[in-house]
């Protein structure tokens, strides 16, 4: 049984594997994946992998967790720059596509964990559209948004911009590549255009509707 690092150095040890497992299960998957791979990747010795983590799954399921919780506050950090909830989406979409570009392992690794962890798949899908739901909850009863179910809503958006950035982050010339290899931005007149759908949607009215509507008033 492991147990969490009681020091700065070894909280260190653990992120380390941690990236080091990312890149591994992103590059070779997770049946090919070894222990001795991800330990040498990480420079830790493999005895020293036992203090952290119970099994090459242990690490696996908790590395959906991680990379859960840093996407997360990606989103929940670009959404607070965000005056309103049109604002808000757009900085929480333009968050999460810079982490998928930074760390497109997101995309194979929560797949894959369909099969070799379901429940952390899972718990994953509805932690980022429980935040979502509480947002939308919000913008609705202040009547930022149109008449929506935020629930639905909320799992509808994530298809959004899982879709989006799997098209044109990973897949920046429309051919299926290597997980990480060429990831990119999201072009501007893209994001413009998914972000306008997003608000229609959503009963919101475009910044730039908005704006004519107020200065024929």
Known sequence: ????????????TKAKLLEAAERVFAEQGYQAASISRITERANVAQGTFYLYFASKLDLFEQLVEDLNRRVRAAMSDGAARGGNRA??????FRSFFAFTAEHPALYRVVRE????APG?????????VEGYIEGLTRAKASGEIGDVDPEVAAWALMGVGEMIGM???LWPTGEQGAYGSGATPVPEPVFDEMVAFVQRALGVAPPSASATTEEES
């Open 120 to 128: 952390a798949m899972r718990r994953h899908y509805e932690r980022i």
């Open 87 to 92: 604002e808000a989406e757009r900085e929480g």
């Open 1 to 12: 049984m492991t147990a969490e690092p009681r020091t700065k150095r070894g909280e260190l």
């Open 113 to 116: 964990a369909e099969y070799v």
């Open 167 to 169: 098209r044109y982050v």
